[in-house]
């Protein structure tokens, strides 16, 4: 499968299509497969998650958070 060629193609079909339900599905597929996030960033997110788990960081509740905030 040549990747460039499909996606010729299917930029040819939506540009052709005239129903609007087909083109909310295709971006509906598109946004869910969208990553927000990269391996990268999950992998930073669960060390700092095990660290919070395990008493090596500290952690602050709403009310501490927003008190240090204000305070800046």
Known sequence: MNL?????????MLISTKK??????????LEEEQEYLTKEDYK????RRERHLSGESKS?????????????
């Open 44 to 47: 930073i997110i669960n060390a």
């Open 4 to 12: 460039q060629a499909t996606k010729m193609e299917l930029i040819e």
């Open 60 to 72: 602050y509740s709403w009310q501490e958070a927003r008190q240090k905030i204000q305070n800046r």
């Open 20 to 29: 609007a339900t087909v083109l909310k599905k295709i971006k509906a597929i």
